[in-house]
């Protein structure tokens, strides 16, 4: 059997390997507390469940519908956009695709040629680089000189004459921190003038915490929006992971090219989440709210605890999304482990407290835990990892 050489250098996704290696010791009945997922642990509010229901029971749900999405979803989309970024796109520079995962596979699919640069901002989400790979591209990763952010500097650093886009996600997975208006002015005339697009990645968007400012990069000026695709969709505000839609914003030319890409590669996505996202964007945002404040409530509950831990140290307090991103390196040094990932593996077999080691975001020396959990878990997965570390230590 041939497999295309570019898969040798494509690592399955990490977290879904943790996510699996959990459920496996659940099955077997060992007490976990998963901190690696990423996604709410809320189930979909009715309203929008009730939704998709009815479009499965008047059929409507039966059949294809357009590629890029149903018509009221794509003019659903722009209405929300605009009301969130002042910004309005006519409805077919809108692409509804299969989760923003797609989303993204689709515009690396849509602008690199082969050899062609994608920067890539660490710590970073984990498919991003390997979907740049699986596109033909070069991931080119950018290390920030100071905290999780990038600057101008250090994007100069890294850029070539092949580089073609620059991912930006703020909120970030999985340091949670948030790009100030200033900070995506300065990054987004770069852009411009070195003719890179910007993909924005603002997926936690709805997911700001304790008074943060989140500006979108749909707020900057026009030539820097002309120059920029977001990505985004309905999974983590309102709780949809399982319903797979996400969507691009974009310029006429990358939307139809996205579109033709939907069109052979997935079709549309599922006839009932469209209905149902469709009610997520023009429905009552009350549950988006309520979500929020639960996500709040616990960071301010759990970052205090995590920060106790000796050896785990945190750049600040995260502003957005629901991941911790502590640097352990201490940890691991005093607990006697070789590496982080030893750590990490020791820490669920032995406390069955699951957590992401940094490498799979770039960051080796840190590891992710989401607080998409009840509080109790929260509180729980807190003691028992102080407990771990503690009882190690020195070894
Ligand atoms: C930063 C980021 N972008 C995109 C996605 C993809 O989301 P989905 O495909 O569920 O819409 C995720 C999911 O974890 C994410 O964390």
Known sequence: MHIAKKLAQVNPSATLAVSQKTAQMKAAGADVIDLSVGQPDFTTPDDIANAAIASIKDGSASFYTPAAGLPALRRAIADHVAKKTGYRYEPNQIVATDGAKFALYGIFTAILDEGDGVLIPLPGWVSYVEQVRLAGGVPQAVKSQKGFKVTVDDLDAVVTSKTRALVLNSPQNPSGVIYTKQELTLIGNWAVRHNILIIADEIYSDLVYNGA???????????????????????????????????????????????????????????????????????????????????????????????????????????????????????????????????????????????????????????????????????????????????????
């Open 213 to 395: 400012n989140y500006t979108s990069m749909l707020q900057l000026d026009h030539s820097i929006v002309e120059n920029t695709v977001l990505v985004s969709g309905v999974s983590k505000s309102y709780a949809m992971t399982g319903w797979r839609v996400g969507f691009i914003a974009a310029p006429k030319k990358l939307a139809q090219a996205m579109a033709t890409i939907v069109s052979h590669a997935t079709g549309n996505p599922a006839a009932a989440s469209q209905y149902a996202a469709i009610a997520a964007f023009t429905g009552d945002q009350a549950s988006v709210e309520k979500m929020r404040q639960a996500f709040e409530e616990r960071l301010n509950t759990v970052y205090p605890l995590l920060k106790a831990i000796p050896g785990f140290e945190f750049d600040g307090k995260p502003d957005g999304a629901f991941y911790l991103f502590p640097n352990v390196r201490a940890a691991v040094k005093a607990t006697g482990f070789e590496s982080t990932d030893k750590f990490v593996t020791a820490l669920l077999d032995d406390t069955g407290v699951a957590v992401v080691p940094g490498r799979a975001f770039g960051m080796p020396d840190y590891i992710r835990l989401s607080y998409a959990k009840g509080l109790d878990d929260l509180v729980e997965a807190a003691k028992r990892i102080n407990s771990f570390v503690t009882a190690n230590g020195n070894a």
